[in-house]
């Protein structure tokens, strides 16, 4: 059972920077991928940015791209979100997902591991 460790989360002006990582306790195959979820209260998980094992390749939301950029450090069994330029807009609890075996990383659905989350607000 592989478990994930969110860490990072802290409150923030707008235009201000952050960076969340997120721990695994085993090593993620390369067949798998790992991601960043949010969900703002009232509203549903979105996923943020999607980072796949093999390649190191990711795909971000729309409301992201050129101010989020994942990453992975593998010596680590660690990912990380590198958020810029933050909008009040990206308050929401960030969760961190895995999947170990190979196929579809586009939906929460796909995850098999989930961490408990870290809360980002951003405030003026």
């Known amino acids: 059972q592989v478990q994930l460790v969110e860490s990072g989360g802290a409150s923030v002006h707008p235009g201000g920077s952050l960076r969340l990582s997120c721990a695994a306790s085993e090593y993620i195959p390369e067949s798998g991928c790992m991601a960043w979820f949010r969900q703002a209260p009232g509203k549903e998980r979105e996923v943020v940015a999607t980072?796949?094992?093999?390649?190191?390749?990711?795909s971000y939301a729309d409301s992201v791209k050129g101010r989020f950029t994942a990453s992975q450090d593998n010596a680590k069994n660690t990912l990380y979100l590198q958020m810029s330029s933050v909008k009040s807009e990206d308050t929401a609890m960030y969760y961190c997902?895995?999947?170990?075996?190979?196929?579809?990383?586009?939906?929460?659905?796909?995850?098999?591991?989930w961490g408990q989350g870290t809360q980002v607000t951003v405030s003026s």
């Open positions: 980072l796949y094992r093999r390649t190191g390749g990711t």
């Open positions: 997902a895995a999947r170990r075996r190979g196929g579809s990383c586009l939906r929460d659905l796909d995850y098999e591991y």
